[in-house]
């Protein structure tokens, strides 16, 4: 059974940074890809980014890119996501998923979901 648990969620500043971990139970998670989703208030969940199981190949949704970075450390069973300049839009509780195979960047693509940790960022 693959459990995830995310941490590093917390409440911070606009311009802050904070990094979120997700660690991983069960076997073989240098398998699969690991992707972060968030759900902000009154939206959809939506893709944040991906890496794939060598931590070589990363993806980024569009209010991710060039301000989130995603990496994973497969000896710790973790991914991380760094998030830098954080803005209000940001806020929202950020979930980890394992992916049914070597990548994804849809929800339907992931098999295993965490139970998500919150980000507030004040304005």
């Known amino acids: 059974q693959v459990q995830l648990t995310e941490s590093g969620g917390r409440l911070v500043q606009t311009g802050d940074s904070l990094r979120l971990s997700c660690v991983a139970s069960?076997?073989?998670?240098?398998?699969?890809?690991m992707g972060w989703f968030r759900r902000s208030p009154g939206k959809e969940r939506e893709f944040v980014a991906v890496v794939n199981w060598s931590g070589g190949l990363t993806d980024y949704g569009d209010s991710a890119k060039g301000r989130f970075t995603i990496s994973r450390d497969n000896a710790k069973n973790t991914a991380y996501l760094q998030m830098n300049s954080l803005k209000p839009e940001d806020t929202g509780t950020y979930y980890c998923a394992r992916a049914f195979t070597t990548w994804g960047t849809q929800e339907k693509e992931f098999a295993y979901w965490g139970q998500g940790t919150p980000v507030t960022v004040s304005s």
């Open positions: 069960g076997p073989r998670f240098d398998d699969y890809a």
